[in-house]
């Protein structure tokens, strides 16, 4: 009885590492998706700003704060959400 009680635990804890290999996986690649997230907002934030210096647009002008507000908000809340995950940056 006691070999079979060890060998479900080694079952479950070989479950368990596999489980968390697999999570790590998926956070590491989460991680890089925020990455290359942040890159497209930051060079669309750029391009905005190019823009309204060569064109000197005032529409422009009016509408690039709230577009950095929100991505900047989207990336914060993506932030957190991993952050209560327990994970790294």
């Known amino acids: 009885?006691?070999?079979d009680m060890l060998?479900?635990?080694?079952?479950?804890?070989?479950?368990?590492?596999?489980?968390?290999?697999l999570l790590r996986t998926e956070i590491n690649e989460l991680k890089e998706e925020r990455?290359?997230?942040q890159r497209k907002v930051r060079d669309l934030i750029q391009r905005i700003e190019?823009?309204?210096a060569n064109?000197?647009?005032?529409?422009?002008s009016a509408s690039s704060p709230s577009i950095k507000e929100g991505t900047s908000s989207s990336?914060?809340?993506?932030g957190r959400s991993l952050e209560r995950t327990g994970t790294d940056f």
């Open 50 to 52: 190019n823009a309204e």
């Open 7 to 21: 060998d479900t635990l080694e079952n479950k804890v070989f479950s368990a590492i596999e489980t968390i290999e």
């Open 75 to 78: 990336i914060g809340n993506f």
């Open 1 to 3: 009885m006691s070999n």
């Open 55 to 60: 064109t000197g647009t005032a529409s422009l």
């Open 35 to 37: 990455n290359l997230m």
